[in-house]
């Protein structure tokens, strides 16, 4: 396996508004992707991965700078489960996002100030009909596949429902056809911490000159306890003191006394320093929103009928925010409507997590199945 | 079963000084307490009822305003499975509460000024060696039962291990000899979200006339959440809109969509309105501290092998903060140690907490082993 090297970022600007779910419109916005691999003659090798929350366009290969490896680097390239020796891969910015795509940061035409909390609130639905104009323009009538995980997977899965002749494949790793009440309680949490930080400003914190640091951070320890599993954090926290190698006893104030403590907070501040706080409130609002089945009383039989893709489904045992339940009810509701499609559920240690890390059966699986799509470009 | 009526609070003040774990000392101290039923010639029907992270003393009965009824009065009262024609029974509330017992927001001695952040961090073991303060005074040599759920099953437990010679029954429910990672986890973020509240000024803001509300009640939420199921969530709020009855469509905002937001943000308000945050902080450090095995290696067996007690174990099946499974170490190391231990999973969908509420399965557990312990008294 190689390594796609140096990629660079592209600007695609549309000039059409879109109008949006909630009813509101863009009225033109820039989208933010990158291509590996070479689209072939007839333009039917074209793979789009969708990010989620905290991801971006940068799926693979790296930038100049140290430490810049796309968030999927492990699964796209030369060689690798999504070979771009073969397929012409499109990575996307989402809009709303903090990456370069349209969004909160973004002066607002209508004021000329940035957004803020003022940018629309934009839903899956909102993100695959911008992405699908893309495609427009790239003269890809018809994807390969589409293929993400988490919030990722649930815009395939818009994708096969919305446009059912733009992709002969779906591949909805770790991910959910709506959020549970617990799902959404922990977003709503994450909200409110970031909603009551003063830092925050109703959303204009940019001209403050501040972020909401703490809120972010806050809301960044909650996700990412939802995104490790309980037994991996056993395994690799457990009980641990931070302070072990030296009198290795409680301190018995309100530092840090816990390995767990010392990693979380790290995450935490990271992630507060280069994530966007209305970004990250708008994100999660999509991810409460996506429910394809609601339009259909709830029936997601119904809501998969006007699909025509073949489907590779795949979820991690330990996955405790998305479990392998959810990932049943979807496959139980396309084989209900006679659809083809594979199901994967592999046993990691990892919790949702997993679906971005080494994993050697999760990597066979995607790998086969690629190989499968490979034969039908070729 | 008949109800205690109306129930008195009473102060118990200390003036021998208290050694604390951390090597602190608190110099002097009131305990609040009250007790229900009358306690036998020979002192041999006492009951001790440990409280959990929001409770107090105030277990059974009601005070003079309404809805004051204690917090295990399901439980605890004439003819109710811990029964108070029987049994005398105290509630003890805990040093470093916001109750009534000594803390956080008493005048520190040293400065004059409310504790604040500097009241000592007070362990479970602590508060037993507190609690068996008060059992002298009262001239109890032996509990018939110390008895508690969640934290209070904590402290149940370390009085088998402290004083095996002072309680003839232990029972401890939905608890766990130790906090796992996860566990530790959501505590530091409730703790974070708190600490970084402005209005938490250093835990000094009583003398600014504020309350860290904020942080709080995002506490206040994690928390919630770990204590119901993610099943009963879903049956109880799923994914139904607060405007169900109107337009029954998204808001496209970041103010409430769904119920279960609505539920946890009433619950985080109300509670931000009555808890105090150094408690809170200083009650989740005495969580994450308890360990008794700590001492032993970690081995739990050698840590609960001095105990003389018998033992009730109950857990509840979908609670996942401290799982049947944490339940069941403790029960093992017991049967290691050749202790009479009887263990009730109970299949009940409410979580963690389960231990409060109403369940006839459970309700008969109770009441039949304190049947058991009544044969002994009288």
């Not at 002066?107 to 699908?132: H, R, S």
């Not at 960044?220 to 006893?249: C, P, Q, V, W």
């Amino acid at each position: 396996m190689g390594s796609l090297g140096l990629v660079t970022p592209q600007a695609m600007h549309f000039a059409e508004p879109l109008l949006l779910q909630s009813g509101a419109q863009l009225g033109d916005y820039t989208l933010m992707y990158e291509t590996y691999g070479t689209l072939n003659a007839d333009k039917s090798n074209a793979v789009l991965i969708c990010h989620a929350l905290n991801a971006s366009h940068h799926v693979a290969g790296h930038y100049a700078t140290p430490k810049s490896a796309g968030w999927w680097d492990n699964m796209v390239g030369p060689g690798k489960p999504v070979d771009t020796d073969r397929f012409f891969v499109i990575g996307i910015n989402n809009l709303g996002s903090c990456f370069g795509s349209t969004g909160p940061m973004h002066v607002n035409p209508a004021t000329g100030k940035p957004y803020g909390a003022a940018f629309p609130l934009v839903t899956v639905e909102d993100w695959v009909a911008a992405q699908a104009r893309l495609a427009d323009r790239l003269g890809i009538e018809q994807f390969a596949a589409v293929m993400g995980g988490s919030l990722g997977g649930m815009q395939a899965l818009s994708w096969a429902i919305m446009y059912p002749d733009r992709l002969r494949h779906c591949i909805v790793i770790a991910s959910t056809p709506k959020l549970s009440a617990q799902n959404i309680a922990f977003n709503d949490v994450a909200r409110q911490a970031i909603l009551t930080d003063p830092d925050y400003h109703g959303g204009d914190f940019y001209e403050h000159d501040v972020v909401p640091k703490n809120g972010l951070k806050v809301a960044r320890m909650i996700g990412h306890i939802t995104y490790l599993s309980n037994d991996d954090m056993a395994e690799k926290f457990g009980r641990k003191l931070r302070n072990a190698a030296e009198t290795n006893d409680y301190n018995f104030d309100f530092g840090i006394d816990f390995e767990i403590e010392s990693y979380l907070r790290y995450q935490g501040d990271k992630f507060s320093e280069y994530f966007d706080a209305n970004t990250y409130l708008l994100i999660t609002k999509a991810l409460d929103y996506f429910d394809p089945a609601r339009e259909h009383g709830g029936d997601l039989t119904k809501a998969l009928a006007g699909t025509k893709a073949q489907f590779l489904v795949a979820s991690f045992s330990t996955d405790w925010r998305f479990s392998p339940e959810r990932s049943r009810e979807i496959v139980e509701a396309l084989i209900s409507n006679r659809r083809r499609v594979s199901y994967a559920e592999i046993d990691a240690p990892h919790g949702h997590d997993a679906f971005l890390l080494e994993d050697a059966r999760y990597m066979n699986v995607v790998r086969a199945y690629y190989n499968r799509i490979a034969l039908e470009v070729a």
